[in-house]
């Protein structure tokens, strides 16, 4: 199989590289520290069987990431490798098109099964994300029907900082990404609180706890 990682934590892509370096059966076409740079790198994604994908990366997420590659590969398996393991990342990613998520601190055996499972049509999970997701479905609430006001780390972050009065150009300051960026998040995250704007975003996220 052909492998895609992106992550941004340069000494654990150098570990992941180290760890599938000797097996013959998965070879590492591209690596990358951001989701930017796979974008604008990008490879043949046709090309690509598995992309490998934190979430937490700096400027667009590993969600907005998979969200932007799948239209060019729908059979692209993609395997979210991350630490969140909170319910909106776990929903968001699974929403966005992700067909695994493993949890950082797996074992290598772990990781590696869990890329050849994804190959072969199945859906590799950490037990504890495993367990959420069948709660979901016992509750009768599956991933892809969860309620839509619920944000990202990231969105989370940008409405706190708009709830303190700052600017879209601000915002993008203080967390070192483009102001493109910021507005995308805001854009979503207008959508899935359902608001007209700011001062609707802020009311709402207040009454549904998100703020």
Not at 12 to 37: G, H, K, M, Y
């Amino acid at each position: 199989m052909t492998l895609c990682i992106v992550e941004d934590n340069t000494s654990l892509l150098q570990n992941l590289q180290a760890i599938l370096r000797d097996e013959p059966d998965i070879r590492v076409t591209a690596c990358f520290t951001s989701a930017e740079d796979a974008l604008d790198k990008s490879p043949n994604w046709s090309e690509i069987d598995l992309l490998l994908v934190d979430l937490d990366l700096p400027g667009l997420s590993g969600i907005e990431l998979i969200r932007h590659v799948r239209p060019f590969n729908p059979n692209l398996n993609i395997l979210v490798y991350t630490v969140h393991e909170d319910r909106a990342n776990v929903v968001e990613a699974i929403r966005a098109g992700a067909c695994g998520y493993l949890l950082k601190g797996s074992a290598s055996r772990d990781l590696l099964a869990a890329l050849r499972e994804i190959h072969a049509g199945g859906a590799p999970m950490s037990p504890r994300i495993a367990r959420y997701v069948l709660t979901q479905l016992h509750q009768s609430e599956t991933p892809a029907v969860q309620k839509t006001y619920e944000l990202t780390q990231r969105e989370t972050e940008i409405l706190r900082l708009l709830e303190h009065g700052y600017s879209y150009k601000e915002i993008a300051g203080r967390l070192n990404v483009s102001a493109h960026t910021i507005h995308a998040h805001i854009k979503n995250t207008y959508q899935k609180l359902q608001a007209s704007g700011r001062a609707e975003a802020i009311r709402i996220g207040r009454v549904r706890g998100v703020l």
